[in-house]
């Protein structure tokens, strides 16, 4: 059997043709009533017989149109299928009165009525064969009772031109069989053709929805992005204008700077939620698993955004669980601090829940972050997964976000395996609900509480800055000077591996991803990483720090453990980045290491 859709599709086609032929049917039977009548006429055998087997042809011919005019009038009465099977039996009603009355032919002294019979006989199967052949069922049980009466009785009747006449009438319900077989074959064949075709253009079609729809979303995500980028950008360019007025006062210069910082901020906050997203859609983000109690990333959170409730008059409870979870420690931060973010911004009077609930699983549970906050309706509650959607910010002021917290929250609980369920009315508050795995505390290595603390100085670190981009290395070699590091800036591998042949053991080897005349970071890491193996100096860390999003190189290095920082890179963000490396280099014996795989950076990701 084939598939359903090309079955039904073969089914639909063979009604519409079979039953289209009907009314030319119809005449034609009218017409070989009479042929049969007129030549049995002079001497008809068994005339009441005779009478009511050809009654019943004429009753069996009008009931076929009765057919034909109910599926005219009620086509979606029955399946296809059915339709077929109610044709077949039309068929053997029409077609075994003229069959079966060949009998008559034998039983009449008319020598020469059992040729004129086969004749009538053979006419009507080439209208089976026409009308039936695409129909297994149909054709075969027409062409039987028009043929093989006749086979029958002209074999039994042992005379040597009825044989012979039997046999000619024997091979061509053989040969009519066999051609039907291909009749049919070409019918499926031209139907399968059409239903590809047909299904072809849908999909086609649904494809092109699909991109115009991609299209119309990156054109709004481009439309927000650009006027959100373009005010603090048009903000610092009037403020940096200003810097120049020699009539300003110290004073109001340390303002307008103060207001730069302010802006870059905004901009740079802006931006990362952009590369976050980003990130998350060009698949270079990791998911690193841990076995972690619960309790301690909710109160890794809640004391982040406790300050900010109670400043509103919130409460932030947090729900006590023992739990030990299997999970990404790093990413649940993140979904965790955006939905908590929300609930203190959207939440003016009563209380925050941040919780884990069972829901009747073993393997793990749904935690949830509950507000009783302002509430979404119902048709917002699609949109405000969409990039950049807010429900009330017509002005898009900074300060009330940029739309792309939930868009991330879904895509990154999707990426740890699970779904962002959401439960909300105006002015009842809301219920964000995402599942977690439950993990196995034999497996705990380390505490939450153990990557925020303070890592290791960077006083007299000496670090190796690879970058082709001559204000970026100047910059980099600066700030790192600045922390007390003993900088030296490379801008290519060759420059790098001469810095080393030198003798400069670095502690740390920072590194840009695209480099000059086609090298990649991760083939200068690695060249250095080897010329610091063979003089037996193993124990530098390493970094790439990268604009790119989409390379695959990117996501193979992301899959290795390697640590990666998106650019914009707040010196805040390459600080921690590297104690947490200095930090775990020193706890594993300072190792020649690149693989950081085991270590939750939260920065990398
Ligand atoms: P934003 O940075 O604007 O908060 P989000 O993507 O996080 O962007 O949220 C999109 C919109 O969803 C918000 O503008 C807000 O209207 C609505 N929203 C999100 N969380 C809540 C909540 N806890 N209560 C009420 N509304 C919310």
Redesign the pocket.
């Given at each position: 059997m084939r598939a359903d859709p090309v079955q039904r599709a073969i089914d639909e086609d063979l009604v519409r043709v079979l039953y289209a032929q009907n009314p030319i049917a119809f005449f034609t039977h009218w017409f070989a009533i009479a042929v049969l009548v007129s030549i049995y006429w002079v001497d008809m055998p068994y005339p009441h017989l005779f009478a009511a087997c050809f009654g019943f042809y004429a009753v069996a011919n009008f009931a076929a149109l009765g057919l034909w005019l109910c599926r005219r009038r009620w086509p979606n009465a029955m399946t296809a299928r059915n339709w077929i099977r109610l044709h077949a039996l039309r068929g053997v009603l029409l077609y075994s009165a003229p069959g079966l009355a060949i009998w008559f032919a034998f039983h009449s002294r008319q020598a020469d009525l059992p040729v004129l019979h086969t004749v009538m006989l053979v006419t009507l199967a080439a209208g089976v064969f026409m009308s039936n052949g695409f129909d297994l069922l149909n054709f075969s049980t027409g062409i039987i009772f028009v043929l093989l009466p006749a086979i029958v009785l002209l074999f039994g009747s042992h005379n040597f031109d009825r044989t012979i006449l039997a046999i000619v009438l024997a091979f061509f319900f053989c040969a009519i069989n066999v051609y039907a077989i291909s009749y049919r074959k070409l019918f499926q064949r031209v139907v399968q053709a059409r239903v590809d075709q047909q299904q072809l253009a849908e999909s086609l079609a649904e494809q092109k929805h699909v991109a115009e729809e991609a299209s119309l979303a990156k054109t709004r995500f481009f439309a927000a992005a650009s006027h959100d980028l373009r005010q603090p950008l048009h903000a610092i360019g009037l403020l940096a204008a200003s810097l120049n007025d020699v009539a300003v006062t110290q004073a109001q210069h340390g303002k307008t700077a103060a207001h730069i910082v302010h802006n870059v901020e905004a901009l740079n906050q802006l931006f990362n939620q952009v590369l976050d997203l980003a990130r998350l859609e060009s698949g270079v983000t990791q998911v690193i698993r841990l076995h972690f109690r619960l309790d301690e990333l909710f109160e890794r959170v809640g004391s982040q955004y406790r300050p900010q409730a109670a400043a509103k008059g919130l409460a932030l409870r947090i729900a006590p669980t023992t739990m030990v979870v299997h999970d990404d420690p790093v990413l649940l931060e993140r979904v965790l601090s955006?939905?908590l973010?929300?609930?203190v911004?959207?939440?003016e009077e009563g209380a925050i829940w941040v919780g884990l609930r069972r829901g009747g699983r073993r393997d793990g549970g749904y935690i949830e972050v509950r507000?009783s906050?302002?509430?979404?309706p119902a048709v917002?509650q699609e949109r405000?997964?969409e990039e950049f959607?807010?429900?009330?910010?017509p002005q898009r002021d900074a300060c009330?976000?940029?739309?792309?917290?939930?868009?991330?929250?879904r895509r990154l609980v999707e990426l740890l395996g699970g779904e962002l369920r959401l439960r909300?009315a105006p002015g009842r508050?809301?219920v964000?609900r995402f599942p977690v795995r439950v993990g196995d505390p034999g497996g705990i290595v380390t505490s939450l509480s153990d990557t925020v603390v303070t890592g290791p100085s960077a006083q007299g670190r000496r670090v190796l800055c690879i970058d082709d981009d001559p204000s970026i290395l100047e910059g980099l070699t600066r700030l790192l000077g600045r922390w007390g590091c003993i900088v030296r800036g490379a801008r290519d591998e060759t420059l790098a591996l001469q810095a080393l042949s030198e003798g400069f053991v670095p502690d740390a080897v920072l590194c840009d991803f695209q480099l000059a005349n086609h090298r990649t970071g991760a083939q200068a890491l690695t060249a250095v990483r080897e010329a610091l193996r063979r003089s037996g100096h193993e124990g530098a860390v390493m970094l790439l720090i990268t604009g790119d999003m989409a390379s695959g190189e990117l996501a193979t290095l992301a899959a290795q453990g390697i640590p990666v920082l998106h650019k914009p890179v707040t010196p805040a963000r390459l600080r921690r980045t590297l104690e947490i490396l200095w930090q775990q280099a020193e706890r594993d014996g300072a190792a020649g290491n690149l693989a950081t795989a085991s270590c939750p950076l939260p920065a990398s990701r």
């Open positions: 955006n939905l973010s929300n609930a911004r959207y939440t507000d906050g302002i509430g979404i917002e405000i997964f959607y807010q429900v009330a910010n009330q976000g940029h739309g792309l917290g939930l868009p991330t929250v909300s508050g809301s964000f």
